[in-house]
Nanobody, 121 residues
Framework: QAQLVESGGGLVQAGGSLRLSCAAS????????MGWYRQAPGKQRELVAD???????NYADSVKGRFGISRDNAKNTVYLQMNSLKPEDTAVYYC???????????????WGQGTQVTVSS
C-alpha cells in the first residue's frame, strides 16, 4: 500500500505565497503522474496542476503564471508553489499520484487527505 501526506497549507493574505508539499510513502515501486486538485465549499473538485514522471506540466487556466508544480522523484514528493494568491484560491487542496506498489501489475490512483488553504482579502 501507499500513503500520500500533504503539508504546507494555512492562512495567507491576498498577494502572498504558500508552498504545498505531498510526500508518498509505503511499498512504492514507481510513481507515474502526480497532481494537485482543489475543492472549494459548494464546488466540485478541480484540477490545479499535474506533472508527469518526466517533468511535463499542465496547469488550470486560473493558476497559470501564478502557481508552479514540481517533483523530487528521489523523495517521491510533489510540490505546489503558489504565488500572488487570491481569495478565490481558497479551498482544500488534495494531491494525487499514480502509484505502482511492489508485486502489483498496474498503477493505482492514491489521494492525500487534503490541506486547507485560506486566502484573506
Amino acid at each position: 500500500q501507499a500513503q500520500l501526506v500533504e503539508s504546507g497549507g494555512g492562512l495567507v493574505q491576498a498577494g502572498g505565497s504558500l508552498r504545498l508539499s505531498c510526500a508518498a510513502s509505503g511499498s512504492i515501486f514507481s510513481i507515474s503522474d502526480m497532481g494537485w486538485y482543489r475543492q472549494a465549499p459548494g464546488k466540485q473538485r478541480e484540477l490545479v496542476a499535474d506533472i508527469t514522471s518526466g517533468g511535463r506540466t499542465n496547469y488550470a487556466d486560473s493558476v497559470k503564471g501564478r502557481f508552479g508544480i514540481s517533483r523530487d522523484n528521489a523523495k517521491n514528493t510533489v510540490y505546489l508553489q503558489m504565488n500572488s494568491l487570491k481569495p478565490e484560491d481558497t479551498a482544500v487542496y488534495y494531491c494525487n499520484a499514480g502509484v505502482k506498489i511492489y508485486y502489483s501489475v498496474s498503477y493505482s490512483l492514491y489521494w492525500g487527505q487534503g490541506t486547507q488553504v485560506t486566502v484573506s482579502s
